[in-house]
């Protein structure tokens, strides 16, 4: 399986649940298509580069995944048939993903406050 990196641009019109249920959906094209998915992270609205069909903002979505070339080509087809997704662009990457993650340990520890440095 290779790695990939897939973004999005969605119409600013679309919020809400109903960005929710779109963003499930392409996760569930990969999902049903044995690719594994390392990180889904929403950008939120963003200004545009150009406009597009005389829409300046788009709301951004990243997706990192595994999965084979099959696989891509069944989701850059379902993107292109959705009339809400504006853009879209998916690359393959040479190396391994570095996810990153905030370790839960130290944001328990720093929201922790002794009593006595309260009082």
């Known amino acids: ?29 990969l999902a049903d298509q044995g690719a594994e998915i390392h990180k889904m992270d929403n950008w939120g609205v963003r200004k545009l580069a150009y406009p597009i069909k005389k829409v300046e903002r788009g709301c951004y979505v990243q997706t990192l995944f595994s999965a084979g070339p099959k696989v891509i080509a069944e989701l850059e087809r379902r993107l292109r048939l959705d009339e809400k997704v504006m853009r879209f662009l998916t690359v393959r990457f040479e190396e391994e993903f570095v996810v990153e993650e905030a370790p839960a340990e130290e944001t328990a520890v720093a929201e922790e406050v002794p009593a006595e440095e309260k009082a």
């Open 1 to 29: 399986m290779r790695n990939y990196e897939s973004i999005y641009i969605i119409h600013p019109d679309v919020v809400g649940d109903e960005l929710t249920a779109l963003v499930d959906k392409f996760q569930k094209v």
